[in-house]
């Protein structure tokens, strides 16, 4: 029996997916063989990176002046490969706004005069700073900043205004879960595995203006450019999460494309924070305004309530519901993938929950 999976990441894949994936996993479309045992130089694997990025362009609405590359390494590796890429100055300016934001922060240290120029960590991370013109260098490479902050459950509900410094974004836990304007920033990133696909495949969207920035001993691997010109092939690319990222994009291209995927996110995150918000055992410390629609953290008033939860929830099919361990209690993660049944189900428990244990 498959179970409502709330993880954080690896998450939750579409079961129509997974069942597509299934029925082609031994044979691909008569091809005697896997995708997950096929060339990438092969016509079936570039039709599949192909048609990958056609139906993210269509989805993102990314205008013709950005690149797109289907890399490996994970959103981590961007973070170095970030100050590395973008490095006509060597500066660039940093909201801290998790630990996410703060270990990209740390990262590009090494590499650039990394300038933190706001934080919420005053607050445990628990809302998003206003970030004024005035606060960014004009002459910084970048602002980087981190949409939904996966940990502790914030997302940015603005976009800071940044004149000619180009806005880099990690939307990691958030892509493709609402309608965006990507002309507004300089560079996307996304690991895969929480709203695209398996893990295995990192998503890099870039004006092409600033792929000639990279600093001299930028590593060919990590230098986007390399990825760019060679559509995604300069080397062996994570081919199998490629492929189901695909069938993820044709998916949601059939159910509308993303203003339907987020109509559904919004009212998934409605229904949940509404029973946290009327419920007496339970909470949500977020400031309102900043709340994310992806990952849901809350308390019951004990340490003892939450572990008796979070053992009564997988018993009941609802798991990996453990928070963050520096954040504690529980998480939901409601990534595009989670049926709305599944948090139907997760509310319903908690109400069952908190009155057992009034
Ligand atoms: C998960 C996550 C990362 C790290 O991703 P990896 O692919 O594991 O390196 C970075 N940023 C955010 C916002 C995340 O949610």
């Known amino acids: 029996m498959r179970v409502f999976n709330f993880s954080a990441g690896p998450s939750t894949l579409p079961l129509k997916v997974l069942e597509r994936v299934q029925a082609k996993l031994i044979n691909y479309e008569n091809s005697g063989m896997s995708v997950m045992e096929m060339s990438h130089r092969s016509k079936e694997y570039e039709a599949i990176n192909t048609e990958a990025e056609v139906l993210l362009r269509e989805l993102m609405n990314i205008p013709k002046n950005y690149e797109v590359a289907f890399i490996q390494g994970g959103a981590s590796l961007q973070f170095e490969a970030l ?111 929480k709203n695209i696909g398996p893990a295995g495949m990192t998503l890099v969207i870039v004006r092409n203006d600033l792929l000639d920035s990279a600093h001299a001993n930028c590593p060919t691997i990590l230098k986007w450019k390399t990825h760019t010109e060679a559509k995604s092939l300069y080397h062996t690319p994570p081919s199998f999460p490629t492929y189901v990222a695909m069938e993820v994009f044709r998916y ?22 509404d029973f946290i918000d009327n419920s007496k055992m339970f909470s949500n ?58 948090v139907k189900a997760l509310v319903d428990f908690m109400k069952k929950f908190e009155k057992e244990n009034k």
Not at 156 to 182: K, Q, R, T
Not at 252 to 273: F, H, P, R, T
Request: contains cysteine.
């Open 252 to 273: 949601l291209k059939e159910l509308g494309g993303i203003k339907v995927m987020q109509k559904i996110n919004e009212d998934k995150a409605n229904m949940l924070y």
């Open 83 to 193: 100050p590395l890429n973008l490095s006509k100055n060597g500066k660039s300016d940093y909201v801290v706004t998790g630990i996410w934001a703060e270990k990209a922060h740390k990262e590009a240290k090494k590499f650039s005069d990394a300038k933190e120029i706001a934080s919420s960590k005053d607050k445990g991370f628990n809302y998003i700073p206003k970030i004024t013109k005035d606060m960014i260098r004009p002459d910084a490479d970048y602002l980087h900043i981190c949409q939904n902050n996966t940990i502790v459950g914030t997302r940015f509900n603005y976009i800071p205004e940044a004149g000619n410094v180009p806005i880099v974004n990690d939307l990691s836990s958030c892509i493709l879960s609402e309608e965006m304007d990507v002309s507004k920033y300089g560079v996307l990133y996304a690991g895969a595995q």
């Open 285 to 342: 410390n977020v400031a309102k305004e900043d709340r994310s629609i992806m990952n849901i953290p809350f308390v019951s008033p004990s340490e003892e309530l939450n572990e008796k939860f979070l053992k009564e929830a997988t018993k009941a099919g609802l798991t990996t519901l453990k928070g963050h361990k520096l954040v504690g209690g529980m998480r939901a993660s409601i990534y595009n993938a989670m049926p709305v049944e599944g």
